[in-house]
């Protein structure tokens, strides 16, 4: 089903995911509405927001300050961020707990998470948040998760590899998503060729892959199940699959790394930019500094986008790994 948003629906999708306040999300869900482009594909779409506008605008204002406090309003950062939703018990504090700090609850008893916990975790440079969540049921999904599901980058569906109801887990996830109009639609390319972003994405974890049950659990999935939602089978017991996982997330987020560097010394390999792909050497002045963008002369680029030291315009685009030089 082609919807077609434009760049506008886009931004005030970005603006919706930022907000904090309800006159916030208000003000970007009524230009979501405004910008969608009204056909009928998109009648389902349109449908769904006005309902998002009605509901938020009958809602009781939050009286005091705790009712103010959504525990599941996590901004984004880093590169981008992915949610962990499964079962309870499936495995996925374990998977954030391995690859971060993150003070996450694991335990051998479900429901062991009560609160979301996000934590940053890395594919080689790049910082990507994820959120650890609290369980879901078929007959229980926490209040709050929903506005958060709908509004991820990436949902990374989590389920137990060993489990002999892999498959059964796998479908009641989907279907807890589906039943509230949550589904993954595949990129899609707007009139010039380039690709446009639908979220929410979904790539699915299957854990415990170290355990004895796992390998033929993994093969009858593949046989049973669409290849959409990707499967990676992945461990946390022995970190086995999660670099894979890691790379995959890094690919579906379409951003890139650029490193900055001042005139006669070396690049700051410390710490990338993590921008959008597609991010022209202008848009990058403007991330760093409102004034830079403004006296921007020209740029010299070392790296894929650009022969070694190439003086290039605000215009140019941007290349993953790209070493830039900004001249004002
Ligand atoms: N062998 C093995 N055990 C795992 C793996 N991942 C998780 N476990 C075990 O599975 C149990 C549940 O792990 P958690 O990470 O707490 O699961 P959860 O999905 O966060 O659970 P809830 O928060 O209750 O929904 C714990 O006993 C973990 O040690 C894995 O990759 N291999
Ligand atoms: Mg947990």
Same mark, same amino acid.
């Given at each position: 089903?082609?919807?077609?948003?434009?760049?506008?629906?886009? /931004?005030?999708?970005?603006?919706?995911?930022?907000a904090?306040?309800?006159?916030?999300k208000?003000?970007?869900? /009524?230009?979501?509405? =405004?910008?969608?482009? +009204?056909? =009928?594909?998109s009648?389902?779409?349109?449908?769904?927001?006005?309902?998002?506008? +009605? /509901?938020?605008?009958?809602?009781?204002?939050?009286r005091?300050?705790?009712?103010?406090? !959504?525990p599941?309003h996590?901004?984004?950062?880093?590169?981008?961020? #992915?949610?962990?939703?499964?079962l309870?018990?499936?495995?996925?504090?374990?998977?954030?707990?391995?690859?971060?700090?993150?003070?996450?609850?694991?335990?051998?008893?479900?429901?062991?998470?009560?609160?979301?916990?996000?934590?940053? #975790?890395?594919h080689? !440079? #790049?910082?990507?948040?994820?959120?650890?969540?609290?369980?879901?049921?078929?007959?229980?999904?926490?209040?709050?998760?929903v506005? *958060?599901?709908? &509004?991820?980058?990436? %949902?990374?569906?989590?389920?137990?590899?060993?489990?002999?109801?892999?498959? @059964?887990?796998?479908?009641?996830?989907?279907?807890?998503?589906?039943?509230?109009?949550?589904?993954?639609?595949?990129?899609?390319? !707007? $009139?010039?060729?380039?690709?446009?972003?639908?979220?929410?994405?979904?790539?699915?974890?299957?854990?415990?892959?170290?355990?004895?049950a796992?390998?033929?659990?993994?093969?009858?999935?593949?046989?049973?199940?669409?290849?959409?939602?990707?499967?990676?089978?992945v461990?946390?017991?022995?970190?086995?699959?999660?670099?894979?996982?890691?790379k995959?997330i890094?690919?579906?987020?379409?951003? %890139?790394?650029?490193?900055?560097?001042?005139?006669?010394?070396?690049?700051?390999?410390?710490?990338?930019?993590v921008?959008?792909?597609?991010?022209? #050497?202008?848009?990058?002045?403007?991330?760093? &500094?409102? @004034?830079?963008? /403004?006296?921007?002369?020209? *740029?010299? %680029?070392?790296g894929?986008?650009?022969?070694?030291?190439?003086?290039?315009?605000?215009?140019h685009?941007?290349? $993953?790994?790209?070493?830039?030089?900004l &001249?004002?």
């Amino acid at each position: 089903m082609a919807l077609n948003l434009t760049p506008e629906y886009f /931004e005030a999708d970005r603006q919706y995911r930022q907000a904090r306040t309800r006159e916030e999300k208000l003000a970007a869900l /009524e230009l979501m509405l =405004k910008t969608i482009p +009204k056909h =009928k594909s998109s009648e389902k779409k349109q449908a769904d927001l006005k309902s998002r506008i +009605k /509901e938020l605008r009958e809602a009781p204002a939050a009286r005091g300050k705790s009712a103010a406090v !959504d525990p599941y309003h996590i901004p984004s950062q880093g590169g981008g961020q #992915v949610l962990l939703l499964g079962l309870p018990n499936s495995g996925k504090s374990s998977i954030l707990g391995y690859l971060s700090q993150a003070p996450v609850k694991i335990t051998n008893f479900p429901f062991g998470t009560q609160l979301p916990v996000p934590g940053m #975790v890395y594919h080689e !440079d #790049v910082p990507i948040q994820m959120v650890d969540l609290p369980p879901v049921t078929p007959e229980h999904v926490p209040p709050g998760m929903v506005n *958060a599901l709908r &509004h991820a980058e990436i %949902i990374l569906l989590v389920v137990d590899l060993a489990a002999d109801s892999v498959l @059964e887990d796998l479908e009641s996830l989907l279907a807890i998503l589906a039943e509230r109009n949550i589904t993954f639609e595949s990129a899609e390319q !707007d $009139d010039t060729g380039q690709i446009m972003q639908v979220w929410p994405k979904g790539l699915i974890a299957g854990t415990k892959s170290d355990l004895p049950a796992a390998a033929e659990n993994l093969q009858v999935l593949r046989e049973l199940r669409s290849p959409e939602p990707p499967l990676l089978p992945v461990s946390s017991r022995t970190g086995q699959g999660l670099p894979e996982l890691l790379k995959r997330i890094f690919d579906m987020l379409h951003v %890139i790394r650029v490193y900055s560097k001042l005139p006669g010394k070396p690049a700051d390999k410390e710490k990338p930019f993590v921008v959008p792909a597609g991010t022209t #050497v202008g848009e990058l002045a403007r991330t760093i &500094h409102k @004034e830079m963008a /403004e006296h921007l002369k020209y *740029a010299r %680029i070392w790296g894929e986008s650009a022969f070694d030291g190439q003086q290039v315009h605000a215009t140019h685009v941007l290349a $993953d790994r790209d070493i830039v030089e900004l &001249h004002a």
